[in-house]
T-cell receptor
Framework: QKEVEQDPGPLSVPEGAIVSLNCTYS??????FMWYRQYSRKGPELLMY????GNKEDGRFTAQVDKSSKYISLFIRDSQPSDSATYLC???????????FGTGTLLAVQP | SAVISQKPSRDICQRGTSLTIQCQVD?????MFWYRQQPGQSLTLIAT?????????ESGFVIDKFPISRPNLTFSTLTVSNMSPEDSSIYLC???????????FGSGTRLTVV
């Protein structure tokens, strides 16, 4: 079983839609949960991070963590064409203290 | 957050040759990380480079194939040696400046081996 599993997509949504991106993880020892955004031909950039279960909001973006289910989500409200990118979930912690990434979900927001 | 300059941005190389990728950071950092990103796969950590010591390699990656230098706190190189088409990938360097989870990435080096 992979340590992090991410819905592969790709996703194509109309502008203004609500987008839901999801990952599951296997090890309950993981402590930090992150979402990175990667534009084409660019490196990943940290979008949001959370530490505990619950929601964290930043503008149109909401990160949600459910530690009991080992499930993390990123919601994008009022999606814009500029949100078109690959979104990668990442987790950190446990015995290895390494950043472990999901495979990424390619999102296309159509104007 | 740190700003990372990574060079070259892309290259096409003949099999059997080697390519050295450079990573320059605008601030001093203790650890630098090298990742590989293959199409349809997650970012995979190759090694962690600490200044003044040998790099620590992850399972499946060896120093002979991916030698790393870390001469100071702002610079590192990754060499992909004796390349084969299977080495075609994007290689990224990364640093953590403020915390364990605030990793900053370079723009990557897109390598094609023919």
């Amino acid at each position: 079983q992979k340590e992090v599993e991410q819905d592969p997509g790709p996703l194509s949504v109309p502008e203004g839609a609500i987008v839901s991106l999801n990952c599951t993880y296997s090890n309950s020892a993981f402590q930090y949960f992150m979402w990175y955004r990667q534009y084409s031909r660019k490196g990943p950039e940290l979008l949001m991070y959370t530490y505990s279960s619950g929601n964290k909001e930043d503008g149109r973006f909401t990160a949600q963590v459910d530690k009991s289910s080992k499930y993390i989500s990123l919601f994008i409200r009022d999606s814009q064409p500029s949100d078109s990118a690959t979104y990668l979930c990442a987790i950190y912690g446990g015995a290895t203290n390494k950043l472990i990434f999901g495979t990424g979900t390619l999102l296309a927001v159509q104007p | 957050s740190a700003v990372i300059s990574q060079k070259p941005s892309r290259d096409i190389c003949q099999r059997g040759t080697s390519l050295t990728i450079q990573c320059q950071v605008d601030s001093q950092v203790t650890m630098m990380f090298w990742y590989r990103q293959q199409p349809g796969q997650s970012l995979t950590l190759i090694a962690t480079a600490n200044q003044g010591s040998e790099a620590t390699y992850e399972s499946g990656f060896v120093i002979d194939k991916f030698p790393i230098s870390r001469p100071n706190l702002t610079f590192s190189t990754l060499t992909v040696s004796n390349m084969s088409p299977e080495d075609s990938s994007i290689y990224l360097c990364s640093v953590s400046v403020q915390s364990n989870y605030g990793y900053t990435f370079g723009s990557g080096t897109r390598l094609t081996v023919v």
